[in-house]
């Protein structure tokens, strides 16, 4: 199978579309905030607004570089966008400030299920169990319907790239993903579907199916695709981001990165010279300031590249 047929095969396999017309976001609340404008905005997603949080370099006099990211799920449902945001959760996960600074536009959406896209109604509050049940029905009630939550998730991110590359502050052909465990496989299967990202940065996100099996490492319930291990595995679907720059950040005690390296090395000879970078680290799944430095660092010269 080529690669295109593989990328057909698993678009059709997910249900896998991109809006056919930018949808425009509506601006909820306006702040002004150190260096950049913070606005909290719903866009319109395959299954209804999709609320998020978009930040916005000040002074900028050209269109800008930009890029979506994805929140963490780390069982903490009551926060998505906000963490990104820097306004709730840990400040390891606060890439939007950092990169607003750093001159790109950032737009933190929420996944279904999670903060104000709970079922049991919006906020940044915990409610316990019924948080994790509520996710549950997320993808169940999608199942016996005969649709998934991965198609939704994917959707919802293009209908994002579509919004944030319409954007009038918006250099449209230099808009790429990232994220961190599923926010970092949100990324990077949107990449490896959707041709218009230019560059992802995927965190604590490389770890094949063949590998979670094996070690009894949990699925995400979005990950969680009915024969997808009959198609491709996680390296596989990296391959098809190629030529575009990609950034595996992994760790060694890391299950959620345990065979990180054997996926580069599998991969490798698809990238173009310097397209490829792996930052392996010691230690487990959360992220660290020096980890935090490297997206960071690397999604501003993978944005300052691309530009020219």
Known sequence: MTLDDLR???????????????????VVTHAERDGYVEQRVVF??????????????????????????????????????????????DPLQAFGPALARRGLVVLAPDAPGFEDRRASGPGTDPRGEDDRYRYLNEMGHRLVAGRLLMTTVLRDAAAALSALSAHPAVDPDV???????????????????????????????????????ADGTAIELASAIPGIAGVADLDDIARLVAPRPVLLVSATQDRYSADAEEI????AGRFPAGTLRHARFEGGHALTPERFATVVDWLAEAAATWRT
Do not use: N
């Open 44 to 89: 319109r997603g395959p299954e209804g607004d999709v609320p998020a949080f978009l930040l916005v370099p000040g002074g900028a006099g050209r269109p800008l570089p930009a890029v979506v990211v994805h929140h963490q799920h780390h069982g903490e449902w009551h926060v998505g966008k906000s963490e990104v945001a820097g306004l709730a959760g």
């Open 8 to 26: 057909a095969h698993l678009a059709a396999l997910l249900d896998f579309a991109a809006p056919e017309t930018p949808p425009e976001f509506g």
């Open 175 to 213: 808009v790429g993903v990232a994220g961190h465990s599923m926010g970092g496989t949100t990324a990077l299967f949107h990449a490896a579907l959707d041709a218009r990202v230019r560059f992802a940065a995927v965190s604590g996100a490389a770890c094949t199916y063949g590998r979670r099996v």
């Open 264 to 267: 580069e090395q599998a991969i």
